[in-house]
């Protein structure tokens, strides 16, 4: 089991560019949520899937991001355009559907210049 | 508007004493706490959890306390050993969902 793989681990790109974060979770695994971690709120709950339906998107901060999940093992998560205030950790994590079974991913670094 | 409250953003502990990491929340509709510690450059991974109906649980050096009246939840690590240093994060799950909230994390650090 190759755990929750994220892609890139690293993207630097200037501002007003599009940036696509990738997510595979863990076979089996029936929930997925894309969280963003910022010294000021800690880690944010950005929007989840459950069977590939978007649950809860209410934590997507404004109609720049878009995710979207359309099969069991991926995901992305969009920015389009990109500002320098996206600047953060991008961590998809997956659950077999209990809350303690989460599994995070090594994250994504997004610096936007 | 934080639901989930770490107002310690960092920590430091020597080596053999109980480090005490806290954690308040706002919300009564949360059924269960989790704790994760996370590592530079890694993702956090779970720690230990309770649920809302128990007031404590245990496992090996690490212990949670739930407090409900004082919507106050405690992690403690007994006794702190340097490789114990990261950050710890509180969670905690809104009855009948799957997602979880996250607190801002509190940085431990054991030195010898």
């Known amino acids: 089991d190759a755990g929750v793989i994220q892609s890139p681990r690293h993207e630097v790109t200037e501002m007003g560019q599009e940036v696509t974060l990738r997510c595979k979770p863990i076979s089996g695994h029936n929930s997925l949520f894309w969280y963003r971690q910022t010294m000021m709120r800690g880690l944010e709950l950005l929007i989840y899937?459950?069977?590939?339906?978007?649950?809860?998107d209410s934590g997507m901060p404004e109609d720049r991001f878009s995710a979207k999940m359309p099969n069991a093992s991926f995901s992305t998560l969009k920015i389009q355009p990109s500002e320098p205030r996206d600047s953060a950790v991008y961590f998809c994590?997956?659950?077999?559907?209990?809350?303690?079974?989460?599994?995070f991913g090594s994250g994504t670094r997004l610096t936007v210049v | 508007d934080q639901q989930v409250k770490q107002n310690s953003p960092s920590l430091s502990v020597q080596e053999g004493r109980i480090s005490i990491l806290n954690c308040d929340y706002t919300?009564?509709?949360?059924?269960?706490f989790l704790w994760y510690k996370k590592y530079p450059a890694e993702g956090p991974t779970f720690l230990i959890s309770?649920?809302?109906?128990?007031d404590k649980n245990e496992d090996g050096r690490f212990t949670v306390f739930l407090n409900k009246s004082a919507k106050h939840l405690s992690l403690h690590i007994v006794p702190s050993q340097p490789g114990d240093s990261a950050v710890y994060f509180c969670?905690?799950?809104?009855?009948?969902?799957?997602?979880?909230?996250f607190g801002t994390g509190t940085r431990l650090q054991v030195f010898p």
């Open positions: 994590a997956s659950s077999p559907g209990q809350a303690y079974g989460y599994t």
């Open positions: 899937f459950n069977n590939n339906v978007p649950i809860d």
């Open positions: 309770i649920s809302s109906i128990k």
């Open positions: 969670a905690a799950r809104p009855e009948g969902t799957d997602k979880l909230i």
């Open positions: 919300n009564s509709m949360f059924d269960y």
